[in-house]
């Protein structure tokens, strides 16, 4: 009887200190976030409200993992008269001069042709786990459920790289 109630209270403990410790998912994104602090990338966990996609009455509230370079390019002037925008992964109403399967939160008809190429060939190489782009004068931002490895970081750098240079 001595003995089972040894056993009993040892595998408690186990199963709290297993429980307490986190998950290898957990491991993963603490490090994936790590590297992406040491990339430039500041990762914020944000609520976000989509427009409302095809057959939706209201708009659902999502929580989602913000990828987000910041802009340090801008004068005061240029920040002043940004002009902000934001895409979806969705099929909405909202497309105009959009890949299929994407429409605007905001912004749209604000971005010239040449500005539309950019954002169309990146939409196109984004993996299917980003969700939405968002350009502030602060930031740029990929929303992001962060399936992947370390190397899409240095890709989204990459690919993000134009519209902080062409300040859009």
């Not at 993992?65 to 109403?93: C, G, M, S």
């Not at 740029?140 to 990459?158: A, K, P, T």
């Amino acid at each position: 009887m001595k003995w089972t109630i040894i056993i009993l209270i040892t595998m408690s403990l186990l199963g709290s200190i297993m429980w307490a410790m986190p998950s290898p998912r957990q491991r993963f994104l603490a490090k994936l976030r790590q590297q992406a602090s040491q990339h430039g990338f500041q990762v914020q966990m944000v609520r976000m409200t989509p427009p409302r996609a095809a057959g939706q009455v209201e708009p659902e509230t999502l929580m989602a993992t913000a990828y987000r370079l910041p802009r340090y390019n801008l004068d005061k002037e240029h920040r002043n008269h940004f002009i902000e925008w934001q895409v979806f992964r969705q099929v909405a109403v909202a497309n105009e001069g959009l890949p299929e399967n994407w429409c605007w939160g905001r912004g749209e008809r604000c971005l010239n042709e040449s500005q539309l190429a950019i954002l169309n060939d990146f939409i196109e190489q984004l993996p299917a786990g980003v969700s939405s782009i968002e350009s502030t004068p602060i930031h740029i931002s990929l929303y992001w459920d962060e399936r992947g490895d370390e190397n899409s970081l240095d890709e989204f750098q990459v690919q993000l790289k134009p519209f902080i240079d062409q300040q859009f």
